[in-house]
């Protein structure tokens, strides 16, 4: 999968996601990752590696851009 980039409504970049393995990985504006899903466990985690929950929650994780 390649780099899936998410947009606000002005065209500015959010973030994106990156897919390694078999983890999905949600990054900032910045490149830094906020999280990852993987779905072997079917669980999303956030950048500490805590659960956030079951399913792809993976853009709750992503902070509102300035």
Not at 35 to 47: A, L, V
């Amino acid at each position: 999968m390649a780099k899936q980039y998410l947009r606000d409504k002005r065209g500015r970049i959010l973030g994106w996601l990156d897919q390694v393995n078999d983890k999905l990985y949600i990054r900032d504006w910045m490149g830094r990752i906020c999280g990852w899903y993987e779905n072997k466990t079917n669980y999303t985690r956030d950048k500490q590696g805590r659960i956030v929950g079951r399913g792809n929650l993976l853009t709750t994780l992503l902070p509102p851009r300035p």
